[in-house]
């Protein structure tokens, strides 16, 4: 687990589909002091990841685990190096689809609680075929003191 670095930019740019340029230009907001790239290594293989925004409540984004590896606590410890890049703040938030119930009770069960903020966004994505797709998702915000298991509202 770590900060992705620049030689790791160009492996994780050829496993996403042509197009997408998640890993090149997460990579500049993370030059840029925005942001920081996690990623979860399985020796040479990336098998996850998940972008830290700085904000006055830092936020983790775009949590992924490749389908294969879920179930590994791989997640969980995208989750943990999250908190640990933040621990100087007083709490950090996740957004979590309404629609993906499992991640919500990861989230949960690690100490996150609703903080009562829903947000509905849309937005256009490049799935695995590379074809630009549209969506729309209602996502609901949840917080945890960090520091402590108390969650933060």
Not at 20 to 38: D, I, M, P, W
């Amino acid at each position: 687990m770590r900060a992705c670095t620049a030689a790791d930019v160009e492996l994780l740019a050829a496993l996403e589909p042509a197009g997408k340029n998640y890993a090149r230009s997460t990579f500049r907001r993370q030059e840029h002091g925005e942001c920081v790239l996690l990623v979860a290594w399985l020796g040479t293989t990336p098998v996850g990841s998940g972008e830290l925004e700085w904000s006055a409540v830092p936020e983790l984004k775009n949590l992924r685990v490749a389908e294969r590896w879920r179930g590994r606590r791989i997640g969980t410890a995208l989750i943990g190096a999250a908190e640990q890049q933040s621990a100087a703040a007083e709490a950090m938030e996740i957004g979590v689809g309404q629609d993906n119930p499992a991640a919500r009770r990861l989230y949960e069960r690690l100490g996150y609680a609703p903080t009562g903020r829903s947000e509905t966004f849309s937005y256009h994505y490049i799935d695995n075929q590379g074809v630009r797709q549209a969506a729309t998702e209602a996502v609901d915000y949840l917080r945890k003191r960090l520091g402590s298991a108390s969650p933060l509202i």
